[in-house]
């Protein structure tokens, strides 16, 4: 069986004395989970969000880095410089990277592979617009963004990446996808997977749902067979609303 995973994105939210607050304020609430919990935060709540979340089973990522290690490369933070302060986890080739700062399937490829040379898991993710679902084209695209951003791992690199897939016109929009469609979208990101790496290592692969994920759409979805969690926006930056979707099962 695999776990659930699942993981508060915040984008660019939340001071440090909000992350603070807030940290503080989900730990007893998600104590008693057997659930993964991961909070992936902007870079200037980093080091006060492993402080807080020290001794708890809150697990702390950033939502990106770049795939070079240090050098002239004016506002990016490197894998390494995220290990040393001993950050677990990083976003990778998140919708909104790919759409605004110029992110590409290549890129991807590259950050996941920085990502495991420092030892930081990568959360990948991966998911179709609107015009391309309504072409027919969403598993073309969600199948072949897998494969480049997974190109030249090893089976056990492939089985420690978790994957979220996050439909485009699902983020931010109020707009879930049916479980169903969820499951089965990601069902296609596991096959893809299976024809590459082998059914084993398929099978380990945690893989989550994303987009408008809240309290009362959570255990509809995680209770699907192929969905192991979720990678939360809007509704990871309150804690008492995280932390009923991180207790969906209770
Ligand atoms: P929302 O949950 O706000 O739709 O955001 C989803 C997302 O992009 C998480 O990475």
């Known amino acids: 069986m695999?776990?659930?995973?699942?993981?508060?994105?915040?984008?660019?939210?939340?001071?440090?004395?909000?992350?603070?607050?807030?940290?503080?304020?989900?730990?007893?609430?998600?104590?008693?989970?057997?659930?993964e919990v991961i909070l992936c935060?902007?870079?200037?709540?980093?080091?006060?969000?492993?402080?807080?979340?020290?001794?708890?089973n809150i697990k702390i990522g950033a939502q990106n880095m770049h795939f070079e290690e240090s050098g002239a490369y004016t506002g990016e933070v490197s894998g390494k410089?995220?290990?040393?302060i001993n950050v677990e986890y990083v976003i990778i080739g998140h919708s909104e990277r790919r759409q605004y700062f110029a992110e590409t399937d290549e890129t991807v490829n590259k950050k996941i592979k920085a990502a495991f040379k420092y030892d930081l898991k990568p959360i990948v993710c991966v998911g179709e617009t609107l015009e391309q679902r309504?072409?027919?084209k969403a598993n073309e695209i969600i199948t072949k963004q897998t494969e480049l951003a997974?190109?030249?791992?090893?089976?056990?690199?492939?089985?420690?990446?978790?994957?979220?897939?996050?439909?485009?016109w699902a983020i931010g929009t109020g707009k879930t996808a049916t479980s169903e469609d969820a499951n089965n979208s990601i069902k296609e990101i596991r096959n893809k997977i299976s024809e590459i790496y082998g059914e084993e290592t398929a099978s380990k692969v945690i893989i989550q749902y994303g987009?408008?994920?809240k309290s009362s759409n959570a255990k509809e979805l995680?209770?699907?067979?192929d969905i192991d969690g979720g990678l939360v926006g809007g509704a990871s930056l309150k804690a008492e609303?995280?932390?009923?979707?991180?207790?969906?099962?209770?």
């Open 2 to 35: 695999r776990r659930k995973v699942i993981a508060g994105n915040w984008k660019m939210n939340m001071l440090p004395g909000e992350a603070i607050e807030m940290i503080n304020e989900l730990t007893p609430l998600v104590k008693d989970t057997k659930n």
């Open 41 to 56: 935060v902007p870079y200037t709540d980093l080091f006060y969000a492993l402080l807080t979340a020290q001794n708890t």
């Open 81 to 84: 410089m995220l290990k040393s």
């Open 134 to 136: 309504e072409a027919g």
């Open 150 to 168: 997974l190109e030249g791992l090893s089976n056990e690199q492939v089985e420690n990446t978790i994957i979220a897939y996050e439909p485009i």
């Open 211 to 213: 987009g408008s994920v």
């Open 222 to 225: 995680f209770n699907m067979s």
């Open 241 to 250: 609303e995280f932390s009923k979707i991180v207790n969906y099962d209770k």
